[in-house]
């Protein structure tokens, strides 16, 4: 069974930083680009920072240097290192996987975890 778990979400001062972890299971990490998106209230959806599996990265503009993406395939784990954080950071985050090979083959979410920033 594919499962995401996330956690590292919480509540931090504009300027501080955060890492967000996301522990996928049921064997795809290694098939699959892993991403990370938020969404916050009233807003749709949006993608914050993608790697591929293996390990190009790409990041939406707002947070290109401050963010960084990486995962560790050993330990089946994606992370998201948020520096630098500003008040509309604040979002649900969310980690994706997207599997392109194998027998589970399809799109995964996680469960979210809440980032609030505070000015």
């Known amino acids: 069974q594919v499962q995401l778990v996330e956690s590292g979400g919480g509540l931090v001062q504009a300027g501080g930083s955060l890492r967000l972890s996301c522990v996928a299971s049921g064997g795809i990490f290694n098939l699959a680009v892993m991403g990370w998106y938020r969404q916050s209230s009233g807003k749709e959806r949006e993608l914050v920072a993608v790697?591929?599996?293996?390990?190009?990265?790409n990041y939406v503009d707002s947070v290109k240097g401050r963010f960084t993406i990486s995962r560790d395939n050993a330990k089946n784990t994606v992370y998201l290192q948020m520096n630098s954080l500003k008040p509309e950071d604040t979002a649900v985050y969310y980690c994706n996987a997207d599997v392109r090979l194998g027998r589970n083959r399809g799109n995964y979410w996680g469960q979210g975890t809440p980032v609030t920033v505070s000015s």
């Open positions: 790697a591929s599996i293996g390990g190009v990265t």
